[in-house]
């Protein structure tokens, strides 16, 4: 059976994006994103991949199109629409994880992750670090989630990249999101490392019911990760489906007649 439109919690319609100088990063995109699904981007550098999921959450403004965000409750929003002001409450239910970690390395583990509270959380309150009981319980659990438990009282900058980027995971959990955008979420990581980050991510997926858009590189973790992917070429979109229909012809067709596909085991 189809999918009714409200299975859809995202649907990009025409999305542009052309920056000042001219360049146009994305040329009338359109695809929809399942509630609780696991959609990873593909694409060659450039293509557009990060472009798309900035937009996504605002980070950088689309230039025109739709982007219909419907949560579980309240009306449905238009993000391409929203004003500057009404970003910090967007990005409570579309939290990001980007591939450098963005955490403060002097700072605990704990706090680091208390800090995705912020918006939940008053700024006099959050500037001394102050936080409620529920707000150390919540980050305790994804802390847990994500299986660094034991890492709450360890400077961040002790942990390795892996472990960072799971207090990064973690931190975008205590916002309580909807949608969970990963950009290259492996890429300064090693093979094992990223097979580590990515079944925490797929537990997020599957345990919390959270869905997840990612940009990956390797096509052997989008096969293992994904359930459904979209490839982007030059700001279009040239393909949807099943990962595991991406064959030679396809792949030639997503990353050029050259490229060579690259595994990690």
Partial sequence: MSASVNDNILSVRDLVKTYPNGVQALKGVSFDVKRGEFLVVIGLSGSGKSTMLRCMNRLHDPTSGQMLFSPRSGPQVDIAKIEKDETRQLRQKIGMIFQHFNIINRHSVLNNVMYGSLGRTATFKSMFGVFSKEDRERAQKYLDLVGIGDKGHYRAGQLS??????????????????????????????PATCHTVMEYLRRVNQELG????????????????????????????????????????????????????????
């Fill in 210 to 265: 959270l869905t997840i858009v990612c940009n990956l590189h390797f096509l052997s973790l989008v096969r293992q990760y994904a359930t459904r992917v979209i490839a982007l070429k030059g700001g279009q979109l040239v393909y949807q489906g099943d990962p595991k229909e991406i064959d030679d012809a396809w792949f030639a067709k997503i990353y050029g007649e050259g490229a060579k596909e690259v595994h990690i085991n």
């Fill in 161 to 190: 990249g892996g472990q960072q980027q799971r207090v990064a995971i973690a931190r975008s959990l205590t916002q309580n999101p909807e949608i969970l955008l990963a950009d290259e979420p492996v890429a300064s990581l090693d």
